[in-house]
Nanobody
Framework: QVQLVESGGGLVQAGGSLRLSCAAT????????MGWFRQAPGKEREFVAA????????SYAESVKGRFTISRDNAKNTVYLQMNSLKPEDTAVYYC????????????????WGQGTQVTVSS
């Protein structure tokens, strides 16, 4: 079993930055693809970013491409999401996930999920 705990969320003004962290316990995540998803009030959970087990391959939603960067440190069993140039529409609860599906943008392909961290961007 893998337990995931997100941190780093908060309130930020538009144009600002936040760095989310996802710390894993229970077992190593070095063999898992890791992803970030988000869910805004009244909306479905959506894909944000994913990174392969080695960190050599990343993918992003079009809405965050060029502004967000996903990275991982397998030695620390942690994944990060650097979010720059934040917009009010980025406001959501952000979830970290681990899985071994070959489809990084599909939520059902992830086996383990964190509880989420709230990100609020004010205009």
């Amino acid at each position: 079993q893998v337990q995931l705990v997100e941190s780093g969320g908060g309130l930020v003004q538009a144009g600002g930055s936040l760095r989310l962290s996802c710390a894993a316990t229970g077992r190593t995540i070095s063999s898992y693809r890791m992803g970030w998803f988000r869910q805004a009030p009244g909306k479905e959970r959506e894909f944000v970013a994913a990174i392969s087990w080695s960190g050599g391959s990343t993918s992003y939603a079009e809405s965050v491409k060029g502004r967000f960067t996903i990275s991982r440190d397998n030695a620390k069993n942690t994944v990060y999401l650097q979010m720059n140039s934040l917009k009010p529409e980025d406001t959501a609860v952000y979830y970290c996930a681990a899985g071994d599906s070959p489809l990084p943008k599909v939520a059902s392909g992830y086996n383990y999920w964190g509880q989420g961290t709230q990100v609020t961007v004010s205009s």
